[in-house]
């Protein structure tokens, strides 16, 4: 059986991972932000999100985050007339991504609080790790 420490430390890597995954997903969304069409009327990059779940581990008694999903957000895209825009369709319409930057905001520091807490965990159960062995050691 693993003990609690190390299934902390096991338990806090995988949001490590989780929320990273979580961050990449947003910065991609950031950076689509302005992303039309390749050709007039076309669909412009539909922002991207992420579902989590708790994975049970069969040799352990504790659950880690694992990525569930990845998915495209099917709200409307933002539509703006611009007739000289190479992405126009023929009334001048441009579908503009249906990402919201406040919302991507929100969700990076979220993920990046998420994160930070974390890796706190983790450096918590090292330093108790640390202290533990040096007890072991002072006992001899």
Do not use: C, W
Not at 4 to 24: D, V
């Amino acid at each position: 059986m693993i003990d609690p420490l190390t299934g902390s430390l096991s338990i806090s890597g995988s949001g490590l991972q989780a929320q990273s995954e979580r961050m990449r997903i947003v910065s991609e969304n950031i950076a689509n932000a302005q992303s039309t069409g390749n050709a007039p009327g076309a669909d412009a990059f539909r922002r991207k999100l992420i579902a989590f779940e708790s994975a049970p581990q069969t040799d352990m008694p504790f659950s880690r985050v694992e990525v569930a999903a990845i998915t495209r957000d099917t709200a409307p895209f933002r539509v703006e007339i611009e007739p000289g825009h190479p992405a126009a369709d023929a009334e001048g319409r441009v579908k503009y991504p249906n990402v919201s930057m406040l919302v991507e905001l929100a969700d990076l520091r979220d993920a990046s609080r998420a994160y930070e807490a974390n890796l706190q965990s983790i450096k918590q159960a090292r330093q108790m790790i640390s202290a533990t062995l040096d007890l072991m050691r002072e006992r001899g």
